[in-house]
Nanobody, 120 residues
Framework: QVQLVESGGGLVQAGGSLRLSCAAS????????MGWFRQAPGKEREFVAI????????RYAESVKGRFTISGDNAKSTVYLQMNSLKPEDTAVYYCAAKSRAGLLRYDYWGQGTQVTVSS
C-alpha cells in the first residue's frame, strides 16, 4: 500500500517560516493532483493548497494566498509547501493528499499529518 509521508512540521514564532515536504513511498505512484489540507483543534479539515500536475496549475485558500507557496515534482511524486509570515491561526495538523487518477471527486491518498505550531 502506497503511503504519503510528510515532514517538516514544528514550532515557530509568528512571522517565521516552515517548509513542509510530502513524498509517496513508492516510485510507481502517480497522481493527477497533490496538495495540502490542515485541521486545527476543534475544527474541520480545510483546504490549503493544491498543485494540478497537468499544466502545473496551483490553487490556494484565501487565508494563505501571498504567504504560502506550493511546488513539487510529479516524476518523484513529491510536493512541498513553503509557509512564510506564519500566524498563530496557521497552527494545525497539516495533511498531504493526492488523487491517484482523473475523475475522482475525493482524495484517495492521505498522509498521517505533521504538526505545525505557531506561537504568538
Amino acid at each position: 500500500q502506497v503511503q504519503l509521508v510528510e515532514s517538516g512540521g514544528g514550532l515557530v514564532q509568528a512571522g517565521g517560516s516552515l517548509r513542509l515536504s510530502c513524498a509517496a513511498s513508492a516510485r510507481t505512484f502517480s497522481s493527477t493532483v497533490m496538495g495540502w489540507f490542515r485541521q486545527a483543534p476543534g475544527k474541520e479539515r480545510e483546504f490549503v493548497a493544491i498543485i494540478i500536475w497537468s499544466g502545473m496549475n496551483t490553487r490556494y485558500a484565501e487565508s494563505v494566498k501571498g504567504r504560502f507557496t506550493i511546488s513539487g515534482d510529479n516524476a518523484k511524486s513529491t510536493v512541498y509547501l513553503q509557509m512564510n509570515s506564519l500566524k498563530p491561526e496557521d497552527t494545525a495538523v497539516y495533511y498531504c493528499a493526492a488523487k491517484s487518477r482523473a475523475g475522482l471527486l475525493r482524495y484517495d491518498y492521505w498522509g498521517q499529518g505533521t504538526q505545525v505550531t505557531v506561537s504568538s
